[in-house]
């Protein structure tokens, strides 16, 4: 059980990457101006949306099924870690409604909106990064990850959050 459960956390982690990723390159880019179908690209920009809004899901899920793994060893650490995912989620999730809205109004780069978009995505990292560290120092003091990968996370995450 044990095993299935971290593939699938392991998996979760791996999906969250593309689905962010190409949602809201999709939903940066501008249309282009050589005549393509107004009505087809709009509908590509949708699944855009629905490919981070997509990633938000699996970021909650990835943090409740952490947390559910941590709790009985650190519970500052799970309770840390479940808030963070959740407060990257919704911001991920508004970084991307916010470009959805910006293509709509036809104000791809340069809006106000675009700027408060780029806020919340460097807010939910830094977010993930504050919440990640106790998580894996936890993780790593339990042995349940190998202390290589416990400090290359936290050592990682200091970077994302310093910036």
């Known amino acids: 059980m044990d ?13 969250a990457f593309p689905l962010y990723g190409i949602g ?3 939903l940066e880019t501008p249309p282009s101006d050589n ?3 107004e009505t ?7 699944i855009g949306l629905l490919l981070v809004l997509a990633n938000s899901v699996v970021v909650f899920i990835i ?3 952490l947390k559910e793994i941590v709790a009985p060893i650190d519970k500052f650490a799970a309770d840390a870690y479940i808030h963070v995912r959740f407060l990257e989620a919704l911001l991920l999730a508004l970084t991307a409604s916010i470009n959805f809205y910006n293509y709509h109004r036809g104000e791809m780069n340069g ?3 675009s700027s ?3 806020w919340c995505y460097r807010i939910a990292m830094i977010g993930l990064g504050t ?3 106790p998580l894996l120092t936890a993780l790593k003091n339990a042995k349940l990850i190998p202390i290589w990968l416990g400090w290359s996370g936290i050592v990682g995450y200091f970077c994302v959050v310093i910036g």
């Open 3 to 15: 095993r299935t459960r971290d593939i699938t956390i392991g998996l979760l982690f791996i999906s």
């Open 24 to 26: 809201s390159s999709i």
């Open 35 to 37: 005549g393509d179908d």
């Open 40 to 46: 087809s690209f709009s509908n590509v920009v949708g």
């Open 63 to 65: 943090g409740r099924m």
């Open 111 to 113: 809006s106000s909106n």
């Open 116 to 118: 408060v978009a780029q």
């Open 131 to 133: 919440g990640s560290m």
